[in-house]
């Protein structure tokens, strides 16, 4: 009988847990027998790993081979078991040493062959590995730019199985990870591109400086779209800490290129209204993949025509609104994964949708039921609701319009102030805040805020819509320098909620 041990990892959303595979060969019926609760695709890694075995000049044992992925409750997916399962019944078997696999992480999938192809999630699994102590990690040659974003690591690459072999067999070398060169990325389209609309203007760098959510409403052909697109070109780069978390999404979703290993600006994605409700916060069978608000983690998650999403879609929004972050249950078990974006809705004020208003013809109640499509709680949650001006001219103006490098200085600057301000407590925006703090730790005077004391005797005002006002005063106070939002900040911010039209 011969025993032999090696890791692997498996990835839960964007965690990953370490796995102990061990190889048993000895006498027996010949099969091969897999433990540890597998999915189809790690199921079938026996015959794939057989004919590469075969394929790389080597022979498969011809003895009862057991196969046992521990934790044994902890269900296996994916097919990045592949290169480990090989290793470590050679190693079984005596063909190549086994102590070389101690502290090692092996990831990858085999071609019949013996090419190891590329798979996704290799920058969260890497971190695992790091997290559980193991010293090296083997993965393919494709995937050692993404790799190379992890330290601490002696990260190697490989094309072929009889390469990983004969390095551990201390017979050959493997290429090893470089740290990747920053790449400068291309220049976003710019603001300067909006013809007027001067108070979605406004409202857009207010949105960039404090991390908040916005509805354009307006005719067509007004720049709703064109507005969303350029929010992302007013935020700030990626922090190192950031840029990793984002890019461990990209990653698990399969985005990411050797030329671009990691994503070091806000994303930003856009959706169309068919998308499926798994496409929009994630889904699938077995352990749920991330969906587009995950992708637009720290960056910006646009929905055109909203309206014209569903009820399912939008409502599914509203807890990942407030949270930051997306738990799917799925049968294997529960994915997390993080959510934290900047939401822009762009919709029409009614199904014909005129140039003006005036030439609409929709019955009131038609127009009543397209607004009803976005529900009060999820309004509830947008910050910023901002109708859109129709064009009146197409011609020069007097006064160019801004470009995206002097609105983002100013974003800058705000965001400086507001983390700076927020440092103790780990926020980094002012949507970030939490309504208890902004009520006690740095209540403002009765006077600045009794503005909002009346719109909620009104009941115009919610009280998570009171917390947002408090939210939008002090970015409004940090856009004008000031220490603390004055009575004016207060009120703009309500209007900001007030403004989308009857």
Known sequence: MALARAWSVALFGVDGVPVEIEADVGVGVVNTQLLGLPDAALHESKDRVKAAVRNSG?????????????????????????????????????VIPGEALAGTALLGELALDGRVRAIRGVLPALLAARRANLTRVVVPTPCLPEAGLVSGLAVH?????????????????????GVPEAIEPPPGPDLADVIGQPEARWALEVAAAGGHHVLLTGPPGTGKTMLAQRLAGLLPPLSPEEALG???????????????????????????????PAALVGGGAGLAKPGAVSRAHRGVLFLDEACEFGAAKLEALRTVLEEGEVRLARRDGIARYPARFQLVMATNPCPCAPPKEIDCVCPPAARRRYRARLSGPLLDRVDLRVP?????????????????????????????????????HGWLTNAEVPGPALRREFALPRPTTSILDRALS?????????????????????????????????????????????
């Open 157 to 177: 690459g490989a094309e072929t199985l009889t390469e990983v072999l004969a390095w551990l067999a201390n017979q050959g070398s493997l290429p090893v990870a």
């Open 58 to 94: 080597h022979a498969w044992p011809s003895q009862r081979v057991t196969l046992g992925l521990s934790p044994a409750t902890l269900p296996k997916n994916g097919s990045g078991y592949d290169l480990a399962i090989a290793c470590v019944v050679l190693a079984a078997a005596r």
């Open 388 to 424: 859109m001006r129709p064009l009146t001219a197409m011609g020069a103006v007097d006064v160019p319009p801004e470009p995206t490098a002097a609105v983002r200085a100013r974003v800058h600057k705000a965001r400086t102030r507001a983390a700076e301000r927020w440092a103790d």
């Open 458 to 502: 009104r009941g115009s005002l919610t009280g998570r819509g009171a917390d947002r006002c408090l939210r939008v005063a002090w970015t409004l106070a940090d856009l004008s320098e000031e220490s603390h939002p004055t009575a004016d900040h207060v009120a703009a911010a309500l209007e900001f909620r007030e403004r989308r039209k009857s």
């Open 246 to 276: 984002v890019t461990a999404v990209h990653s698990i979703a399969g985005l990411l290129t050797p030329e671009a290993p990691l994503v070091s600006t806000p994303p930003f994605i856009s959706l169309h209204h068919s998308t499926s």
